[in-house]
């Protein structure tokens, strides 16, 4: 059983930056490829970024590529979500997401393993 514990979050002004962090209680933590969604009030749960196994290929939603950054230690089971230039678009909950298949992947469908979330609010 794995376990994802995001944390990180909290309430910034627009322009400011915040990083979040996710803990996998998952040994086969270097196995997965992870990813960041997030989800706003009243929409849909929304794809940010994904990272492969190793880190070494990175995938990112449109509307926040060039500020956002994704990153994991293998080593420590941590996955990051490094976040500058923030606006109140990006108001939301974030979850951390692990996939089986290893691979950079935009769809939720592809993850197995979810984090409870964590609060983003930003504000102009």
């Known amino acids: 059983q794995v376990q994802l514990v995001e944390s990180g979050g909290g309430s910034v002004q627009a322009g400011d930056s915040l990083k979040l962090s996710c803990a996998s209680s998952?040994?086969?933590?270097?196995?997965?490829?992870m990813g960041w969604f997030r989800q706003a009030p009243g929409k849909e749960r929304e794809f940010v970024a994904s990272?492969?196994?190793?880190?070494?290929?990175?995938l990112y939603a449109d509307s926040v590529k060039g500020r956002f950054t994704i990153s994991r230690n293998n080593a420590e089971n941590m996955l990051y979500l490094q976040m500058n230039s923030l606006t109140s678009e990006d108001t939301a909950v974030y979850y951390c997401?692990?996939?089986?298949?290893?691979?950079?992947?935009?769809?939720?469908?592809?993850?197995?393993?979810w984090g409870q979330g964590i609060q983003v609010t930003v504000s102009s």
């Open positions: 997401a692990g996939s089986l298949g290893g691979s950079v992947d935009a769809s939720a469908t592809a993850y197995t393993y």
């Open positions: 990272c492969d196994w190793i880190g070494g290929s990175k």
């Open positions: 998952g040994r086969a933590f270097g196995r997965y490829a």
